[in-house]
């Protein structure tokens, strides 16, 4: 399958631009897609990765990892006297979709930024949203089912 048809599209976040998008390298990975939304709907930045990998087992972990990866960048860079990892139930979206946001404030500062994986088949989908204010669970449920519908339709 080829990942950019399976990618996030501007109808997809409301007021949103794409900032970068194109082919990229993961390791392993047969194929990758990159898109960059600034912004990106209700977040300052959305940006997606897509990954065609050689197996079902392997697009998994390679989601898993990123997003496990993702949320240890924030508990290293701020520690964890700072940072709040909240799970986001996004079971009804199904193809194996986890999330969560990750909340990071201190020295007069706050941070927050929302990731979710899922994966269908040989395809891993990680998508990261950041944003500058607090992000509602409702949104991030919002997100993972719109690349839930991308991913599916381009699978088809």
Same mark, same amino acid.
């Not at 996030?8 to 990229?24: C, K, N, P, R, V």
């Not at 390791?27 to 300052?44: H, I, K, M, N």
């Not at 941070?111 to 395809?123: C, D, F, K, M, P």
């Given at each position: 399958?080829?990942?950019?048809?399976?990618?996030?599209?501007? /109808?997809? $976040?409301?007021?949103?631009?794409?900032?970068?998008? %194109?082919?990229?390298?993961?390791?392993? =990975?047969?194929?990758?897609?990159?898109?960059?939304? &600034?912004?990106? %709907?209700? !977040?300052?930045?959305?940006?997606?990765?897509?990954? *065609?990998?050689?197996?079902?087992? /392997? +697009?998994?972990?390679?989601? /898993?990892?990123? @997003?496990?990866?993702?949320? +240890?960048?924030?508990? =290293?860079?701020? @520690?964890?006297?700072?940072?709040?990892?909240?799970?986001?139930? *996004?079971?009804?979206?199904?193809?194996?979709? #986890?999330?969560?946001?990750?909340?990071? /404030?201190? !020295?007069? #500062?706050?941070?927050? &930024?929302? *990731?979710?994986?899922?994966?269908?088949?040989?395809?891993?989908? *990680?998508?990261?949203?950041?944003? @500058?204010?607090?992000?509602?669970?409702?949104?991030?449920?919002?997100?993972?089912?719109? +690349?839930?519908?991308?991913?599916?339709?381009? $699978?088809?």
């Amino acid at each position: 399958p080829d990942p950019a048809k399976a990618i996030l599209q501007t /109808s997809d $976040l409301a007021s949103s631009q794409i900032y970068a998008e %194109g082919y990229d390298y993961f390791p392993g =990975a047969l194929s990758t897609y990159t898109v960059d939304f &600034e912004p990106g %709907g209700s !977040f300052d930045d959305v940006e997606q990765t897509i990954n *065609v990998m050689p197996s079902t087992d /392997s +697009a998994a972990f390679s989601g /898993s990892l990123l @997003g496990a990866e993702a949320i +240890a960048f924030e508990l =290293a860079f701020a @520690g964890s006297d700072f940072t709040q990892v909240t799970p986001v139930d *996004v079971t009804s979206v199904d193809d194996e979709a #986890q999330a969560a946001i990750v909340s990071i /404030s201190g !020295f007069g #500062q706050s941070q927050n &930024e929302a *990731v979710i994986t899922l994966h269908s088949g040989v395809v891993s989908d *990680v998508i990261y949203a950041d944003s @500058g204010s607090t992000i509602d669970p409702s949104d991030v449920q919002s997100l993972a089912q719109a +690349a839930a519908t991308r991913l599916d339709a381009a $699978l088809q």
